[in-house]
Each structure stands twice: as structure tokens, then as C-alpha cells.
């Protein structure tokens, strides 16, 4: 049976007081960020142990995607049990497999927690305000450079309501294609940022390739090219800021 706890030390105590003073968080702040009382965070910060169950949202709050203790690094998702996550698809593991799967799950969970950070952060500043004028944003990281400065609270609204229309086509076993150029960005930060998590998961076989799903998801890496390189692309290009939202059409739709 699984450990109940992670052990705690003052080195774990440390790497967590440092790391939120990083990240400009009060005791408060991380503890509301993590789903925690205070109590119990200043309880991390003196060296006790951690839930299992709580590692995740202390991950969440310090921005890590795994948990560093004195000896190896804790993997807060590797006790769950993939295919109760309400975002499991059926369609992506029957096409793809389990890691396909598992992936879409996690990842759309980290991805949604960053536009919902980002979002409650540009609701307090100045309409128009963009996430790279944050003091910390992972979206401002990963989204295609170019338009940064289109990345506002509307498209953060807007991105997450794609997000989760995935999320909703994955829960009810539908078909998963992007149907459009946001949907296919979101795939792809689903699948980075699920990397190390599902590499690290001991109850995934998550061989050389696992992630190559995503690209026989979307028929091609176009996405990639056009909005990862350092190409200017013109307002008339397809994959230009104002075409985000075109439909794609598929090769078996055309007839």
C-alpha cells in the first residue's frame, strides 16, 4: 500500500520557504493557492510531513511540477487513478493509448490552473493589460511569441473556454480533433507540459515517442512551424493571430 505521507525535513521546509519567497507569496497567499489551511503550511515550513493528497496543490502553488524532497522527487499525480479524471478520453485511448490519455488529463489540468492564474492576476490591472506585463506568467513562456501582446484577459476567457470544450469532448468519449488553430496550440501545451509528470508516472509505460500522439491527432506539425519559429508571419497567413479561430477543415469532411 501506498505511503499516506511524504516525509518531512528541513531541507523539504527550506526549498518550500524559498521557493515562495521566489514567488512573492505571503504564508496566506500559498496556503489559499495550495487548498490548505494556514496552519498547515506553516507546518511545511517547519519541516512536518506532507499528505499525499496535498502534494499536488503545494506543486501547484510554488509553480513545481514535481515535489523535491531529501532524496528524489515526488510525482503528485502518480497515485491518482488516471481514467476517474473527469477529463479522461475514451476516444484518445482507444486511437492513441493510455499514455495519450493520461497525458490529455493531466496536462489540460496544469494548463487550465495557468489560465486561471493569469486570468485572476490581469482582472486586477488595467483593461487591455497583457500577460507579459505580469511579474510572473508560465503562459507568457509557452504561447507563440509573436502576438504576445494580444494575450489578455478576453483571449485568456476565450482560451479557457476551448480548453474546456476539450476537456468536455474528452470526458464524454467524442471525437478529439482541433477545430481550429487555438485548439491545436492548446494540444501541444497540454502535451509539454504533461512531459515530466507522465515520464515520471511508475504506473505509465510511457515509451521513446509517447508523445508523437499529438501530431497524428492534429495530421500535421504546421502549428509548430509557423508559431515556434522565428518566422514574421503576415496578417494574410493562416496561422497569423486572427485566423486562431478559423475552422479546420479535414481531408474526410471535404467530399
Known amino acids: 500500500m501506498a505511503q499516506k505521507t ?17 514567488l512573492g507569496l505571503t504564508i496566506e497567499e500559498a496556503a ?18 506532507i499528505r499525499r ?3 499536488k496543490g503545494v506543486c501547484k502553488a510554488l509553480n513545481w511540477k514535481l515535489l523535491p524532497t ?4 515526488i510525482n503528485p499525480f502518480e497515485e491518482e487513478n488516471h481514467r476517474s479524471h473527469e477529463a479522461w478520453s475514451s476516444y484518445l485511448e482507444k486511437n492513441f493509448g493510455e499514455v495519450a490519455a493520461a497525458s490529455f488529463a493531466i496536462g489540460s489540468d496544469i494548463v487550465l490552473d495557468y ?27 509557452i504561447l507563440p511569441p509573436q502576438f504576445l501582446m494580444e494575450y489578455n484577459y478576453e483571449f485568456l476567457y476565450l482560451m479557457r ?22 485548439e491545436e496550440i492548446l494540444y501541444l501545451l497540454i502535451v509539454d507540459e504533461s512531459e515530466i509528470l ?9 515509451e521513446n515517442g509517447w508523445k508523437e500522439w499529438v501530431y497524428d491527432l492534429l495530421e500535421d506539425a504546421d502549428v509548430v512551424t509557423y508559431l515556434y519559429s ?14 486562431w479561430l478559423d475552422e479546420i477543415i479535414y481531408d474526410d469532411e471535404e467530399a
Not at 507522465?198 to 510511457?206: Q, R
Open 198 to 206: 507522465i515520464e515520471n508516472d511508475s504506473t505509465l509505460n510511457a
Open 230 to 243: 522565428n518566422d514574421y508571419l503576415s496578417q494574410d497567413h493562416d496561422y497569423h493571430f486572427s485566423h
Open 32 to 49: 489559499r493557492k495550495a487548498g490548505v489551511g494556514i496552519k498547515t503550511w506553516c507546518r511545511y515550513e517547519a519541516g512536518e510531513s
Open 161 to 182: 473556454a476551448k480548453l474546456l470544450r476539450l476537456r468536455a469532448l474528452a470526458g464524454a468519449g467524442s471525437d478529439m480533433r482541433a477545430s481550429n488553430t487555438l
Open 70 to 73: 531529501d532524496n528524489d522527487e
Open 53 to 55: 493528497d496535498k502534494c
Open 6 to 22: 511524504i516525509g518531512g525535513s528541513m531541507k523539504l521546509a527550506g526549498k518550500i520557504r524559498t521557493r515562495r519567497n521566489e
Open 115 to 141: 489560465i486561471k492564474e493569469d486570468m485572476q492576476a490581469l482582472s486586477s490591472k488595467e483593461k487591455g493589460t497583457h500577460i507579459g506585463q505580469l511579474d510572473a506568467s508560465w503562459l507568457a513562456s
